[in-house]
């Protein structure tokens, strides 16, 4: 009854990825080494630091971040709980992980928001890829991507920057879209060429909409690292998926709790900074 | 010699396809009807005017009569269908971007109706928005926003977030904000009508104050007639995107050209808003140091019962026959007039007063009341009662008496 095109898209696609791994592949490899650096790098040094640093450090963001001391102890003494756990070293590597992959979801979504927020005709054609990140299962682009950059921490990274990019896109075209007109007439009025109103008008007040947008990227960054795991990202992600296939729930367990501790930490602190840069919303009581 | 401001036969058409309705505009279509064919709303029609340097300049008009549309215009925040708009002789419409942006730096600023401060910036920051646009280096930009800021009194509020202020003080950042690029012309756009009512004439004589100091052409929109007539120069009527008339606001009250401007100056007060000196009429007998014999003789002359009396050209009271019959008459040959004998007069009135503030003195004494200059005390005119009260009158109203 169906003529058969499932086979044709199915070998084109096949044909595709290999005739990109056999001439494309070195260049690749190149790029995926230099990313390789900086995670290196980044790793080395956060491990550099000692624990007790660390996690004065993550006070201290929490209580600059919220001004509430009460949350800054309890971020510290979860930060402890982490160590006493036995997992510190892996939460540092994921916790590398992640700031790479946030970092090149900010540098990519970012402009891309600002793009969609401008232009409708890029609106209407990037929308429907960013459902495409969003929807489809990590699987099926792990492979091919798997394939190219070899298995390891870069296409994990890459993984999870798919993933995790779209909220802030969305977030950031919103923010931007939705500033008030009559604002940018003003900044017109009074000379602002479109750059001076882009940074001068439309981003800081699009920045609490922005904000939210980095916050859901960092969560989804944070769901992703057990699917990261499975192809060569090591860290939490990687105690768990150990967990599971040693039939040991105890070890998954753990693993799961630290997650979900990372996953409060980052989220406070982003949330606090959020909502602080609302403060001129607030009138004085 | 050029005016400040020119603008010749100015068209705005909203629309996907502005410039065959134009032909039909131009034909003399009207509004509604090219509404009702085509979809496009014509904004403004064949406006024509001219706006000298230092003049207030207010355009009225009812809801959707196209102000906002036309002041928009002088600084090209929206471009014409067809038309030509000059500032001293340069050709507003010939601008590159570049240029655009430098005369909107420097030339005009604008004041909105709902203030539209920046939410995020402190109050200092607001004010010296145009300034660093300019990219002029902090330090200045603050030192002329703390200036600006100090003029209109909100030196506390400095540091403060627009949030935390009230509407009026708000618009008064947004005159600070205006004046601080020092620019030769002021757009106001409904600036004081989301005001209430006390703070908003503060605000207008505010402004009449600034002006007065600083002499700039300010262009003026307001829906609202008495504010037109409180600050206008000159005011133009604009009616479905044209111009019912522009004048002087005593030809607008006067001489109305259609039922439109009449409509809005039917219900006006009209002794809230003209000054005295627009009813003025001349001293019927005026009296120096003379003595009271030839003083009673002048008044018999004159057929007036009251003498008005002026020495070294400043104004000293009013005496009645009635007080100087009282003298004896073998004293009235050597004795002078002199100002005991005033005492009880009216309070004196300055020229450039509402014609509202003479009511009650025209209601408690029973004779015309001296107008003058309160700064130089000299004697300008009197009013009379009869004259009021043809002006209260609204039959009265095509016939005033004297226009300045
Ligand atoms: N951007 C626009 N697109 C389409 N039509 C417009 C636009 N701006 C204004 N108009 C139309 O042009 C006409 C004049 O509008 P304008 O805002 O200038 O009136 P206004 O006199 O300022 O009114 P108000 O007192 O309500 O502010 C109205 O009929 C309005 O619907
Ligand atoms: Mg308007």
């Known amino acids: 009854m169906f003529p058969d095109f499932g086979r044709y898209v199915q070998n084109f696609i096949n044909e595709n990825v290999n005739y990109i791994i056999f001439n494309f592949g070195d260049s690749f490899e190149a790029a995926a080494n230099f990313l390789l650096i900086f995670l290196v790098g980044l790793e080395r040094g956060l491990q550099a630091i000692p624990p007790w640093a660390i996690i004065c450090l993550v006070g201290l963001l929490a209580y600059t971040a919220g001004r509430r001391i009460t949350m800054a102890l309890l971020l510290m003494s979860l930060m402890f709980l982490i160590g006493a756990l036995g997992l510190w070293d892996q939460a540092i590597q994921t916790v590398a992980i992640i700031l790479i992959a946030i970092m090149i979801s900010v540098i990519i979504g970012l402009p891309t928001g600002i793009l969609i927020a401008r232009s409708s005709f890029f609106y209407t054609v990037i929308t429907p890829f960013l459902d495409l990140m969003q929807t489809i299962p990590s699987f099926v682009y792990l492979l091919p991507v798997a394939m190219l950059f070899g298995l390891g921490k870069v296409p994990a990274i890459l993984a999870t920057v798919i993933y995790s990019t779209p909220p802030l896109v969305r977030l950031t075209s919103l923010g931007i879209r939705s500033v008030n007109a009559e604002i940018i007439e003003v900044a017109r009025a009074f000379g602002s060429t479109p750059s001076q109103i882009l940074r001068k008008v439309e981003i800081p007040l699009a920045l609490p909409l922005i904000m939210q947008g980095l916050n859901q990227t960092i969560m989804m960054a944070l769901s992703m690292v057990v699917v990261a795991s499975m192809i060569g990202a090591r860290g939490v992600g990687e105690i768990i998926l150990l967990g599971l296939q040693r039939n040991d729930p105890g070890q998954g367990f753990l693993g799961g709790i630290v997650i979900v501790i990372l996953a409060i930490i980052f989220d406070r602190i982003s949330q606090s900074f959020g909502i602080r840069m609302q403060d001129y919303k607030r009138t004085s009581s | ?404």
Request: hydrophobic share 40%; proline share 5%.
């Open chain 2, 1 to 404: 010699m050029k005016s400040q401001i020119e603008i010749s036969d100015l068209y705005k058409i909203f629309g996907p396809n502005p410039e065959t309705v134009l032909k039909q505009a131009r034909a003399g279509m009207e509004k509604t009807g090219i509404l009702e064919k085509t979809a496009h709303t014509v904004a403004l029609s064949g406006i024509n005017l001219k706006i000298e340097k230092g003049e207030i300049f207010v355009i009225m008009g009812l809801s959707g009569s196209g102000k906002s549309t036309l002041l928009r215009h002088f600084n090209r925040l929206i471009e014409p269908t067809h038309g030509r708009i000059f500032f001293n002789g340069t050709d507003i419409m010939s601008m590159s971007p570049a240029e655009l942006n430098i005369f909107r730096k420097r030339r005009m600023s604008m004041i909105f109706q709902h203030f539209v401060l920046m939410p995020h910036r402190m109050v200092i920051d607001n004010v010296a928005f145009g300034l660093e646009i300019q990219k002029i280096s902090r330090k200045i930009c603050y030192e002329k926003a703390r200036k600006w800021i100090e003029i209109v009194d909100l030196q506390e509020y400095e540091r403060s977030y627009p949030a935390e202020l009230s509407g009026g003080m708000q618009q008064r950042v947004g005159i600070a904000r205006a004046l601080c690029t020092n620019p030769d012309i002021l757009l106001m756009d409904e600036a004081f009508s989301s005001l209430d009512p006390m703070i908003r004439s503060e605000m207008q004589n505010k402004l009449l104050t600034l002006h007065k100091q600083l002499g700039k052409t300010i262009i003026f929109i307001t829906h609202d007639l008495e504010e037109a007539l409180h600050l206008g120069h000159r005011i133009a009527i604009l009616k479905d995107g044209q111009i019912s008339q522009i004048g002087t606001p005593s030809e607008i009250l006067f001489k109305p050209k259609d039922d439109y401007v009449r409509g809005f100056t039917k219900n006006v007060n009209r002794t809230r808003i003209l000054p005295i000196r627009t009813i003025m009429r001349p001293v019927p007998l005026q009296l120096s140091g003379e003595t009271i014999e030839s003083a009673l003789h002048h008044m018999q002359k004159a057929h007036v019962n009251h003498g008005y009396v002026v020495m070294d050209k400043k104004y000293q009271g009013i005496v009645s026959r009635k007080q100087l019959e009282k003298i004896p008459e073998e004293q009235r040959k050597n004795k002078a007039l002199n100002v005991i004998e005033t005492q009880n007069g009216p309070p004196t009135l300055d020229s450039s007063m509402t014609i509202d503030k003479a009511l009650i003195p025209a209601l408690r004494y029973n004779h015309d009341l001296p107008v003058m200059n309160l700064t130089d005390g000299q004697l300008y005119g009197i009013i009379t009662r009869e004259d009021i009260a043809s002006l209260l009158d609204k039959k009265d109203w095509d016939t005033a008496p004297i226009l300045p």
